[in-house]
């Protein structure tokens, strides 16, 4: 039987807490750039929970992405 992902979020509480408190900062008109770099820590998930939010209070949300092949710079 192959199990599906849990959707309850778990073990990012102090993180969300803090890209919560950016996130009521930059809507107040103070933004801030966050970074995150350990590979595999949640980080999609974790910006698309902040994204719905964000969203839910009003605010405008954008994506991008990194071009990701051979030679890339970092970041």
Known sequence: MVREPSRVFVGRQAEMETLIAA???????RGQLMMAEE???GKTRTARKLARHAQERGAEV????????????SY
Do not use: T
Request: net charge negative; with cysteine.
């Open 23 to 29: 996130l009521d900062s930059a809507l107040s008109g």
């Open 39 to 41: 590979l595999g820590i």
């Open 62 to 73: 954008l994506w991008g992405w990194c071009y990701e092949d051979e030679g890339a710079p």
